[in-house]
Each structure stands twice: as C-alpha cells, then as structure tokens.
C-alpha cells in the first residue's frame, strides 16, 4: 500500500511539475507562424505570453547580435518590436523564455489584409474562370497564406486559429481567388515576397467587421442596423466578426487592405456612404496605420428589393473614394453578370485592385490603374458637357454609341439621351430636355455602360443630381 501511495504521489507531483512548466512557456499567438511574411523595412510587433516576469527575447537571423528583449507583465503577456530588413529571405525567428520557439522560412516583404463578404471569400472551389488551369500554375513559394476561419465573438480576441502556409496548388485552391490574383500581381511586379492575411465571409454587412460603437454613435446607422434581417448563413450584429477574426491581428504589420463587400448593405445603400468611411478609419485606428484601403465597386445585378439599390451602394463607392485619403475603387461593370451575384472573372478583379496599389503604393510609373471617374458638368445652351478623372489620354466607346446615358431638366423626369464623346468629355442631350440641370450614366442594378477609357477600363455609373430617389 505504502508503495502504492509513493508511486501515486510521485504521479501527481509529476503531473503538477509538467503543468506548470507548461503554463510558464513562452507561447504565440497563431499569427506568428513558420512560413509566414513580415512586413518589409518597418517595426514590426512581436507578442505572446509567458510566465509573469519571465524575460523573453527574440533573435532574428537577419540580424542575430541584436537580440531583443522584455519582461512579461504580470498578465503574462509580453510585447516587444523588431526591426526587419529589405525584402528577402527565408530567415529564422527565434523566441526564446523558459523554453525557444523555432519558426522556420520567415519571408520578409508586403503583407496585405483581404477582407469583405463572398466575392472576397470566393475560390476556385467555388469556381472561377479557367479555375484548374489557374490550381495547375499556382506554384508560387514566396507568396504565402494565412486564412482566418469563420468566428464570431461578443467582445475583441486575443488569438485566432490558423497557420501560414506557401502558394500551391493544393493551398491556392481553396483561397480567396481575389486575394491570390492581387498578391500574385504583386509578386510579379515588385519581385518580393507577398503575405496575404484572408478574413472575409459571404453575406457580411460592413458592420460585422467594425467596432459596434462606431455603428451605434450615428443613430441612422444604429437604426438601419437594428432593422437588419438575421440569417442562418453569417452574422447581422455590428462588431462580432471584427472580435472574432480581425481584432487578433491589429497588432500585425500590415501594407494595407483590400476589400471587397458591398451587397449586403443594398438596403441601407444611402447610409452606406457613412459606414464604409467609418469602417475604413475605424481599421486605420485600430493598426495605428495610415493603412492604404483598395476596394471593388460592387457589380451589376438583379436585385430584387429595388432598381437603384445596386446603384446607390456603386454611388456610396464612388462617394468614400473621393472623400477618403489613400483609398481607390475598382470598378467591375464590364466583368459583372446581372444574372449572378458571384462573377466568375476574378483575375481581373485582383488584376485591376493589383495596379492601383502598385501605382499608389509601391510608385510604380506608367500602370493604368482606373477607367474614367466622373468629375464635373456644365451645361451648354440645351446640352450638358460632362468632364472625367482618369480621362487624361480621352474616352472611348465599346460598341456604336454610348449607352445608359439619361438627361432631365426642372421636372426632374430623367429621358434617354444622346451622348457623344469630344476629347475627354462627353457632351449630353435629349430633344425632349430644352433647359437640362442632370445627367446620369448607368444609374440603375443592372446597367453595364460602355463607356472606357482609352486604357480600356470602364467608367463608374454617376449621377450629376442629389436628388431623393422614390
């Protein structure tokens, strides 16, 4: 019995010893990984946690007389920064504590957050335009993913699950088809490694991804959102899908952000054009970042709420782009599919946000990055001239004659119009229109005008008025 009792009490000491030498390991949060990519020249936050006032330090190969270190707090956690070199590598990170964390072929380059609602979550397993070509070529091992699961929560995380893995075909194919085109674009042009952190999920209004007191601040938006349908496929509740998957990685060193959402606030598509600055401030204060935001204008489609939902929201785009800093707009009407919400070209959507951040960005010369952005009018006896952004080199018509082109005067009754291309400009009329004031291009769902660029990049549906829409 008494040896019995011996072997037991060794067995529980032994338990106890290992449980808190467990505890007292210097730990990472998921984002810290093998493989992964840091941000290339910058500071960049390393945390975790360990034993409280346990010293931590970090070593990195690129550099490894300088050591970096910190005590724990007495909450265990720990943070300290490092400094990165120019793009290259593979490198080692070592964190060492009680115990050393090894990671492995650590890249340093660009990092880019991609985030939205299902056009953004779409891959090649949802299917895309030449998708198994595209899962055949995918061998790219400096370009590397980390995919943020779905997950909600009631207040902001610490951590979340996942891993950085490299581009293959096998990794490629059930990634964000939007999110792998961009980075490839990148990878290509700039010749450095490209880590691209996914978090996005279909059916997500903006409000999701934001904190909740910047939705309830504005009673408009508290309204709209409160008024918001629930649904079994994704989350209504402002705030919960940032807890959940954004807020664990706002100490990660970023590039900037793509985005690509827009559908599901169609029935608040005026209160849009407060929401989305909102939510793009909101992500910069968060990283403490003047973070770059490049978004996709959402396409054309059968909404079947309204006529001008889709449009208003295109118009909400259009209107937090030209008053935001360091944002730009892809516009898609030529690549859309009025009959399908989820288009199937989605490498000339990563293709075109991939120019405006290599031009805007990365100062690359040359790179046409944005068709024709309305700008101006002036009416002309009985005729509107309408001046463009983007529009340096003139415009151009694909097809006969410019289409979705509408004119109204004092009764505010919008009639076809003609509309001829001089230079840059397109000069507007109707007979029907004698004193015009309005103009609009494209301003309903389903409109896919034909008006470019001579870069051959579409021009953004407008409207000249502010007038309500009934």
Known sequence: MKTFTHLFLTFVLGICFFLQASLADVRLPSIFSSHMVLQQKSEVK?????????NVKVVASWAEKDTVSVETSGYAKWTLNIHTPQAGGPYILYIMGQNTITLEDVMVGE??????????????????DQGEEEVANANWPDIRFFHVPKSTAETPQENIEGTWVRCTPESMRSFSAVAYFYGR????????????VHASWGGTPAEVWMEAEEVNEDPDLRLAAETRKESKGWPALPGVAYHAMIAPITDFRIAGVIWYQGESNTHDAIGYRKLFP????????????????????????????????????????????????????????????TENIHPTNK??????????????????????????????????????RVSFDFAENGLLVKGKTLTHFEIAGEDRKFYPARAKIEGSTIVVSAKAVKNPLAVRMGFYNTAEPNLFNQEGLPASSFRTDDWEIK
Do not use: C
């Open 185 to 196: 674009k990148l990878h290509q042009e700039l010749k450095v490694p490209v880590g691209l």
């Open 347 to 384: 490498q000339d959507v990563g293709a075109r946000l991939g120019n405006w951040a290599l031009a805007n960005t990365y100062g690359k010369q040359g790179v046409s990055y944005s068709g024709p952005l309305y700008r101006e009018m002036k009416v002309e006896k009985n005729k509107i």
């Open 278 to 337: 909102k939510l793009i401030q909101n992500w910069r204060e968060l990283w403490s970042l003047d973070l770059p935001f490049y978004f996709v204008q959402i396409a054309p489609f059968k909404y079947g709420d309204d006529n001008v939902n889709g449009a208003l929201v295109r118009e909400s785009q259009l209107l937090s782009f030209r008053n935001t800093k360091k944002t730009g707009i892809v516009v898609v009407s030529d690549i859309g599919n």
């Open 46 to 54: 390393i945390w975790g946690w360990a034993n409280p006032r346990e």
């Open 111 to 128: 990092v880019w957050v991609a985030s939205g609602q299902s056009n953004m979550q779409w891959s090649v397993n949802n299917k895309i």
